[in-house]
């Protein structure tokens, strides 16, 4: 038996196979992860810090949750049909900021967490409007307040985007133009504590 045939009856692949199968279906993820509308997008802050343009956040950015609102809404019939919908710019601000607004009761805080996050605490005089609520509940919220109404809403901290989540909710769903995002959120309120 010569080395031609062991290598033919050796069982396995070559490394150099695997490595390209490797290669190529990583470079495929990339495409579609780029591709798709829901794909992830690395976001970060490039402008200063300034009352009116505070920072944006650092992390991941997906809108599959506010294309599930907005399809629950009606706003897109068939998806391939409607327009994409407009994004929305909300103010950022710091619990600086908030705190005199919410002592002076000019503010409805909005804690965008988990129910079971607010239950456990959360910012004193926040309300619970959770980034998961359906358009029905988004509506409910609605109801109680006058389209006037100046809104912040916050999460668990700069990393999360629940807040963002709700004040889309806030604006698209509960026809809300006064509505303000609190980056630093729940994190912040603790740091800021004595």
Known sequence: M???ERESTTPGVPWCQVLGILATAMLLGLIYNNSSPLGVRATRATAPETAENAPKRMG???ESISL???EAR???APALAAPPAK???FPHLTWVQVKPLVAAGKVVLVDARAKTNYDLDHIPGAVSLPAT???AEVLTFAKAYPKSTA???YCGSESCNASRQTSEALARIGGFVNVSDMPGGYAEFLAAKP
């Open 133 to 135: 609520s359906s358009a």
């Open 87 to 89: 994004v929305l710019d």
């Open 151 to 153: 809104f912040v809403s």
């Open 68 to 70: 599930t609102l907005e």
């Open 74 to 76: 009606g706003t897109i």
């Open 60 to 62: 991941f950015v997906n």
């Open 2 to 4: 010569n080395s031609n």
